[in-house]
């Protein structure tokens, strides 16, 4: 096969948080709900915007929350997020960097922030061509609103969850793909 493509998510592909994103998604909710049914509920949801995650483990518990509620503990969960020490899974930077030797073009998509990704990315050394965050492209928003519709030429690898494939196929040919970051 003549590959030309990796996409990947990140979180739970190349770095190595999930088990860190399940336990702070309980710290954060632990006076509303138990810390092990906030930690399944994240696992159960997995792939749906941390907004609806949050309203949904504290809808669970009984508790209609108001918006400005989710947005207190959405900063309060990236807060606790953004002090821990990022990981590579063993030998992801290896693998990463003989298929950009050969050639392989590579992108992200995920639910984390673009800035954050951008600064692992760099902190890291991963040979990605185009990344693209939460933040810019919001998990269940038609990408169609934000970028021009695409096709991806194959081959094509792609590792994560199915959601990012669409991602990935239209932020290839866009005019915001010139650069490592995608802005929306």
Request: with cysteine.
């Amino acid at each position: 096969m003549d590959l030309k493509y990796l996409v990947t998510d990140m979180d739970g592909v190349v770095f190595d948080r999930m088990p860190l994103y399940k336990s702070v998604f309980g710290d954060c909710l632990e006076q509303y709900i138990s810390r092990e049914e906030a930690g399944n509920f994240y696992y159960n949801t997995l792939g749906m915007p941390l907004r609806l995650q949050m309203k949904g483990v504290l809808s669970l518990a009984g508790i209609d929350a108001p918006e400005g509620m989710i947005e207190k503990l959405i900063a309060k969960y990236w807060g606790i997020i953004g002090d821990n020490d990022t990981k590579l899974f063993p030998g992801v930077k290896e693998v990463w960097d003989q298929l950009k030797a050969e050639g392989i073009r590579f992108c992200a998509s995920s639910g984390s922030n673009t800035g954050e990704l951008g600064q692992l990315i760099e902190k890291f050394k991963l040979p990605y061509d185009v990344y693209l965050g939460s933040d810019k492209f919001h998990k269940g928003t038609s990408i169609s609103k934000y970028l021009p519709a695409a096709t991806l030429s194959k081959p094509l690898i792609f590792a994560g969850r199915p959601r990012f494939w669409a991602t990935a196929r239209s932020i290839w040919r866009s005019p915001a793909a010139t650069t490592s970051s995608v802005s929306a």
